[in-house]
Structures are given as structure tokens and as C-alpha cells.
């Protein structure tokens, strides 16, 4: 006698389906920047195993790419690591945003799903789960689809980047940039998200031109969010 408990739920597959779906966008950001990525580790010496095994286990594209940076000018292995880990501590609050919909979830869910968070794939959850899309498996399938992007693109760089003098010709470095745009025209549909989208470009252009560096946008966000939280809290009053 079969066991209907070990078949999937009725709803899985189109779950899985609509996850695939929804993380195009990312998708066609993340195969140009993994490519560079790949392009960029192959010239810093390390092998397209070593790149391929980095974007496996490590999947923080900022952080692979400063580590790579890193590694090309001979950086001691402590300070890469500390590097990388500082870049990554944005990932503690966007965690803990989404740790109130993941309560239902068992420990090893959260693990995988904490292990394959990104920028890009908590901007799509955060819109989704404040429309109480909470389905394990489209959710799952959002990071899964993410991931397998950027691990081809970073094995395509690391095989082919020895055809390639310059990436920068090429705008790879612009298709990050474009997908956080396109991720954020789907998000601000109220007035205090539109007012924080206007404040954080406001505020990050005004701190470039003040020569504040990268600093300038981890300030601008916390202004703009905070500006943002003042609105709304206006408008429901």
C-alpha cells in the first residue's frame, strides 16, 4: 500500500512552479554578476572549482566579490574574513524581519532557507509575506532558483574569463544595480514607501557628493527608513 504521506501536498508543484517564476528577476541579474564574479576569481588565482565551491557554500555576492578583490592584492586570510563577515552583518536584521513568518517553520528549514538569503531574494520575500504568501515550497523555490543562477553564472566566468581581458566594457557591473531597481518598482505602491525610496536617493547622493564613501548608504538607509516609519505612523493617525 502506498504511503499518501510521503507524496507531496497538492499545491507543490504550482508552489514551485510560481517560485521559479517570480525569481526571474533575479535570475537575470545574478548570471551577469556571477559571471563577472567567476571572471574576477579566475584572475585572482584562484581555480573555477575553488570559485564554483565559493559560490556553493559561501552565496553572498558582495562579500565574494571583496574577498576575490582582497585576495588579488594579497590580503592576509584574517582580514578577508573579517571583511566579509562585517559586509555581512545586514544579514542579522533581515533575519530577524522575517523570522515572525518563519515561526512555523523546523530548525532545518530555517537553516536552509537563512543559508540561500540574499538581498535581492528578502526584498521579494518581504513583499510576499506582507501579502501572507507564506508557501514553504515557492519560498524555498525563490532561493533555490536565486542560488542555481548564480552558481552558473559564477561557473561560466570561471571557464570562460580567460577569453576575457575587461569586464567592465561589458556593464556587468551594472546589472546588480538594475535588478535592485526593478526589485524596487514592485514596492512602493503606498506614499511612505515612495517617500523612503525618494529620501534614500536624496539623501545617498547628497553624502556621495559630501565624500562620505560607502558609509553614506548604510546612513541614507537609516534616515530614509526612519523618515519613512515617520510618515506612516502620520498617515495612520
Known amino acids: 500500500?502506498?504511503?499518501a504521506r510521503a507524496l507531496p501536498a497538492p499545491g507543490f508543484w504550482p508552489d514551485i512552479l510560481s517560485g521559479t517564476r517570480q525569481a526571474l528577476p533575479i535570475v537575470l541579474g545574478y548570471l551577469p554578476v556571477g559571471f563577472a564574479f567567476?571572471?574576477?576569481?579566475?584572475?585572482?588565482?584562484?581555480?573555477?572549482?575553488?570559485?564554483?565551491?565559493?559560490?556553493?557554500?559561501?552565496?553572498?555576492g558582495s562579500a565574494q566579490l571583496i574577498a576575490?578583490?582582497?585576495?588579488a592584492v594579497g590580503a592576509a586570510p584574517a582580514t578577508i574574513v573579517l571583511t566579509t563577515f562585517v559586509v555581512n552583518l545586514r544579514h542579522v536584521?533581515?533575519?530577524a524581519a522575517l523570522a515572525p513568518h518563519l515561526r512555523d517553520?523546523?530548525?532545518?528549514?530555517?537553516?536552509?532557507f537563512c543559508a540561500q538569503l540574499t538581498d535581492e531574494t528578502f526584498a521579494l520575500h518581504a513583499s510576499r509575506f506582507a501579502r501572507s504568501q507564506t508557501s514553504k515550497a515557492e519560498t524555498l523555490a525563490i532561493n533555490a532558483t536565486a542560488?542555481?543562477?548564480?552558481?552558473?553564472g559564477s561557473i561560466l566566468g570561471a571557464f570562460c574569463g580567460g577569453l576575457i581581458g575587461d569586464v567592465k566594457p561589458l556593464g556587468l557591473d551594472f546589472?546588480?544595480?538594475?535588478?535592485?531597481?526593478?526589485l524596487l518598482a514592485g514596492q512602493v505602491g503606498t506614499r511612505p514607501r515612495q517617500a523612503t525610496a525618494v529620501a534614500a536617493a536624496g539623501f545617498s547622493t547628497l553624502f556621495l557628493c559630501l565624500g562620505f564613501g560607502h558609509w553614506g548608504v548604510i546612513a541614507a538607509c537609516v534616515l530614509a527608513a526612519t523618515l519613512g516609519?515617520?510618515?506612516?505612523?502620520w498617515n495612520r493617525k
Not at 516609519?229 to 505612523?233: L, Q, R, W, Y
Open 1 to 3: 500500500m502506498n504511503d
Open 38 to 60: 567567476g571572471v574576477l576569481a579566475l584572475k585572482a588565482g584562484m581555480t573555477p572549482l575553488a570559485a564554483a565551491l565559493m559560490s556553493v557554500f559561501v552565496f553572498a
Open 68 to 71: 576575490v578583490g582582497l585576495l
Open 93 to 95: 536584521l533581515m533575519s
Open 105 to 112: 517553520w523546523s530548525r532545518p528549514g530555517v537553516a536552509w
Open 147 to 152: 542560488h542555481s543562477a548564480w552558481i552558473t
Open 175 to 182: 546589472a546588480l544595480s538594475a535588478m535592485f531597481l526593478a
Open 229 to 233: 516609519c515617520g510618515v506612516e505612523t
